[in-house]
């Protein structure tokens, strides 16, 4: 069992938008504001896609943003496109030097 | 452009140490703003963080893994390293190495991932 939950699938039409949630606890979401998503497609290795919240990396379309209220962060994909069909994970420094996961979230795009 | 490259057996027997090398080009190792880690995924399902090495040597682990894990750092050949003692088929994941942003939490960027299989 993850330390941060999240729905196992959500999807979308292209065009459209989704937000994906990641709830955790006053130990770590509630606490830090640390939270990161990653892309993942089948087969490939994970890909940041925000950091510390709402942070987009280099080269990350301005479509994804985050947020977080509470002990709860969200990742929003705005214009959904094909190729955003992917798993998407989030986590959290969660003190002590550790840092957890949430179990995924598998969009697709219908 | 920093890439990271995990190597190592493909297949342990139960009981025996799981051991994996990072070998990271386009950064130095010794660079005192990153850690660097260790991330696992089971087939099918999400991911665990294992731990991470600064280049000072000072170590943090998942508290669910203590006792069995260890993380070095060879700064000479700009190479970090995964041990994992009595190992069992619940340890059989996909291993990425990767980045580590201290206290920030977040990583980037990622090996490719090695499979790695506990079986007799």
């Known amino acids: 069992q993850s330390a941060l939950t999240q729905p196992p699938s959500a999807s979308g039409s292209p065009g459209q938008s989704v937000t994906i949630s990641c709830t955790g606890t006053s130990a770590d979401i509630g606490t830090y504001g640390y939270v990161s998503w990653y892309q993942q497609h089948p087969g490939k290795a994970p890909k940041l896609i925000m950091f510390e919240v709402n942070k987009r990396p280099s080269g990350v379309p301005y479509r994804f943003s985050g947020s977080k209220s509470g002990k709860t962060a969200s990742l929003t994909v705005s214009g959904l496109q094909v190729d955003d069909e992917a798993s998407y994970y989030c986590s959290s420094y969660a003190g002590n030097n550790n840092v957890v996961f949430g179990g995924g979230t598998k969009l697709t795009v219908l | 452009q920093v890439q990271l490259q995990e190597s190592g057996p493909g297949l342990v027997r139960p009981s025996q140490t799981l051991s994996l090398t990072c070998t990271v080009s386009?950064?130095?190792?010794?660079?005192?703003?990153?850690?660097w880690g260790w991330i696992r995924q089971p087939a099918g399902k999400g991911l665990e963080w294992i731990g991470r090495?600064?280049?000072?040597?000072?170590?943090n682990y998942n508290p669910s893994l203590k006792g069995r894990v260890s993380i070095s750092i060879d700064t000479s050949k700009n190479q970090f390293s995964l041990t994992l003692t009595s190992v069992t088929a619940a340890d059989t994941a996909v291993y990425y190495c990767v980045r580590d942003a201290d206290y920030a939490a977040w990583f980037d960027p990622w090996g490719q991932g090695t499979l790695v299989t506990v079986s007799s």
């Open positions: 386009g950064d130095s190792i010794s660079s005192v703003t990153y850690y």
């Open positions: 090495v600064y280049v000072s040597g000072i170590t």
